[in-house]
Each structure stands twice: as C-alpha cells, then as structure tokens.
C-alpha cells in the first residue's frame, strides 16, 4: 500500500472503531407506495426518514412532468446555462420560485449545497466598501455544512454565534469594525436540532448594524407559510431577507437548488460564479419536474395542514410511550439515542426485525452524547404505521437501556 492508501485505512478503522463507519442501506423507491421502499432480496420497508417531507417525489403531476419533458427534450441538459442549458422550463422554474417568495429573480443551481456554496462564496470575495474591507460575517454556529464550505473559501473575518442565540449575535456584531460590510447567515428550520430561528429579531438586528441576510429555508420551503414560502413567508419578514435560498429535493421531491433576491445580485452571482457558470445545468426534464411540484404545492393547503398534523401526532405518541423524545418546534421529531453505536444498532434492528429505517444521526452531524435517530412522518404515514413504529422503538429501547446501565 502507498502511504495515503495506508493513511487512508487507517483513518477509516478509526472511523469504525467510532462507531461513526457510514454503510449505505440499499433502498429502492417506490414512487407509488411511498414510503414504503424495497430493500435487500425484495423486503418491503416503512422508511421513517425521508426528506420527500410532503411526498411529492412521487405525485403523479410531477411524474408525469419529468416523463414528458424527458420525451421532448432528452435526458441531460446538454450544456451549462451559457452553453445551450437553458431551457423554457429552467426559465418558468425560477420565475415561480421567486415568486413564491416575492423576490424579483431567482437563479438555479445544480443542488442546495451547491447554491449554498456558490453564493456566498462570490458575495464574500466581492469589496463593496473598499478593496481593503473584508467581509464581516455572522454564522449560526450550526449552520449546515454547504454554508460553511461558503464562508470557508474565501478570505473573510467569520464570527460564529452560538446556535439562535440573539445576544450574543449582537455582541459580535457590536465589536466588529464598523466600516467593513456585514452578512448574517442563518437557516430557519434547523433539520438536526427540529428547532427554528427567530427571524423577526435577526432582521431587526441586521437592520440596527447595516448587515445583508442570508437565509437557508431549505427545511422549510413548500411547507411552512401559507403558500409554502418558508419561515419567512409564515413570519411575515421575507421582504426583509436580502437573500433566501433553498432546495427543489426535499419538500419538492426533486433535485435542484436556488436563491431568490434583488435582480442586481442575483445577475451578479449569475455572472460571476464558478459553481453556476462552470456546470451543466439541470435535465430540462428534473426543472419541469420541479416547476410543476412547486406549482402543485403552493396551492395544496391541506397537504402542508396534514404534514403538521401528522409530526405532532408522532410527537403524542412517542411522549405517550415514554420514549426520549427531543423537544422540536419543526415537523421533524428527534429521539435521543445518546451513543454512536447504540445509535447503529438501534437504526438496524428497527431495520432488520421491524423492517422499519429510520437513519442514525452521529458525530460530525451531531456532538457526541447527543447521537439520535431522526423521523420525518409525511402526509403518507398513517396512525397505523406509527403504532408500529412505537411498539417496535419501545421494544427495541427497553432492553437496550437496561444494558447500558
Ligand atoms: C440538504 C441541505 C442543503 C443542501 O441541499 P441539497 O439540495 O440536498 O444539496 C443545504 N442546506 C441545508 C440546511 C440542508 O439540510
């Protein structure tokens, strides 16, 4: 073996003496039994987990959207944006998404991730007071991983704020030089915490200290607001969001990310970032897709009312069963776990005997001692599949608590 080979598995016997070792659990979608998947030899699972937070992956609509686009315009994009990638329905997408969150302009990206990265990288390398500013930057210390890759590419003065926590937000943005430009960058529903941002306030805040907004809805858009405007939207300050971003593959049910904001910086963006200019865009067919998923939604009430429903009735019902529910304000339920590799095993009984999957939650993704196993019920899971899904975690947790102790 080279010495990186050897560096290699070293690292990854560390990783697995961690517990933290990530092996892919073979799922096979079934767009019209969701969530209901095939896994291994053809065994049927009830899948607890899903960011198709509102089952859209397979609606009908949106099916048959990809198929006939797919039929017109082929498989693939063919070229970036610049280089004959854009089609009528990369257009019609980003017109209904910034709409839906009343901007002027929305551009798209291959994934979230990469719009997260996109974006704030080319706004931060920008000097708008000055080629001797850098940018002063205020990060929510949980802030997914795709912001950070952002912030962490260019040179800028990153200030991380405990997770929400307003005052101290403020204190870092009180001692930073007042002469630099000020972004704040936040998410609104927090996927792994279930906990959502106080937006009201980190506007008026921004507002106070002349700092730009830039906000991550990705857990929320398409359900929370009643349009499916996100947080944003539900709180009333989308107008006061310089930027919002997003996604097309969790509560769309498709593939894709975006940002929304004035024409000029949108443009900007547009024509300065590498991770817009320089990738093929979207299959014409996953844009139509997605342009009629975020059609569909944003007139379906009912589909969002029951999302909600849905969440709080698992949270009654895991509270009922005295199971260690950690507390959420978002339509995702966290149950603490607390170990790496009870955390696995846990994941792979309610797998392996159950035929349910819920995925485990490990360090990085959490602090260790916090490990978890995270539900995301969707407008599909019935009552019936929650008493399932009680009865096996009460079985499974009872015994495994005893030995732990
Ligand atoms: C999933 C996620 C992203 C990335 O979105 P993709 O479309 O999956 O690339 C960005 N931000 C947050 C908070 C996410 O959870």
Redesign the pocket.
């Given at each position: 073996m080279s010495a990186f080979e050897t560096f290699c598995q070293t690292a990854i016997d560390d990783i697995r003496a961690q517990g933290r070792y990530r092996e892919f659990t073979p799922l096979r979608k079934q767009a019209r039994r969701f969530p209901y998947y095939e896994g291994t030899n053809g065994r049927e699972v009830l899948v607890w987990s899903a960011?198709d937070y509102l089952a859209m992956g397979g609606h009908e609509a949106v099916i048959e959207a990809a198929c006939e686009t797919a039929r017109q315009m082929g498989a693939g994009a063919g070229g970036t944006r610049n280089i004959s990638g854009t089609s009528p329905a990369h257009d019609a997408l980003e017109a209904e998404l910034a709409h839906l969150h009343g901007k002027p302009a929305a551009l798209l990206f291959t994934?979230?991730?990469?719009?997260?990265q996109a974006a704030l990288s080319t706004i931060l390398a920008s000097r708008p007071a000055g080629r001797e500013h850098l940018w002063q930057v205020f990060s929510d210390e949980k802030?997914?991983a795709?912001?950070i890759a952002g912030l962490k590419s260019v040179p800028a003065h990153v200030h991380i704020f405990r997770h929400n926590d307003l005052a101290h937000l403020e204190q870092l943005l009180e001692a930073a030089p007042p002469e630099a430009p000020r972004l704040i960058a936040f998410?609104s529903v927090?996927?792994m915490d279930a906990d959502i941002a106080p937006l009201e306030a980190i506007c008026d805040l921004a507002e106070r200290f002349g700092a730009m907004t830039y906000l991550?809805e990705?857990?929320a858009v398409g359900m929370y607001g009643r349009t499916g405007g996100g947080v944003s939207e539900r709180d009333g300050v989308a107008h006061r969001i310089d930027i919002i971003?997003g996604?097309?593959?969790?509560a769309f049910g498709c593939?894709?990310?975006y940002i929304t904001g004035q024409s000029v910086v949108v443009d900007y963006i547009r024509c300065v970032a590498p991770g817009f200019i320089f990738t093929t865009s979207l299959p014409p067919s996953t844009a139509a897709a997605a342009l009629a998923s975020v059609r569909h939604v944003r007139g379906d009430h009912d589909r969002r009312a029951r999302l909600f429903e849905r969440a709080e009735t698992l949270k009654r019902r895991f509270d009922a069963a005295g199971l260690p529910r950690i507390a959420s304000e978002s339509h995702i339920v966290p149950l603490h776990i607390g170990e790496a590799v009870l955390c696995r095993e846990v994941s792979q009984r309610l797998l392996e005997e159950f035929g349910m999957y819920a995925t485990p939650i490990n360090y990085p993704t959490v602090p260790r001692g916090q490990e978890r196993l995270r539900f995301t019920p969707s407008p599909a899971h019935t009552d019936e599949m929650m008493d399932a899904l009680v009865a096996a975690l009460v079985q499974i947790l009872a015994p495994a608590k005893r030995q732990a102790a």
């Open positions: 960011n994934s979230g991730f990469v719009s997260n802030n997914h795709s912001m998410e927090y996927s991550d990705v857990h971003e996604t097309l593959a969790k593939h894709g990310g």
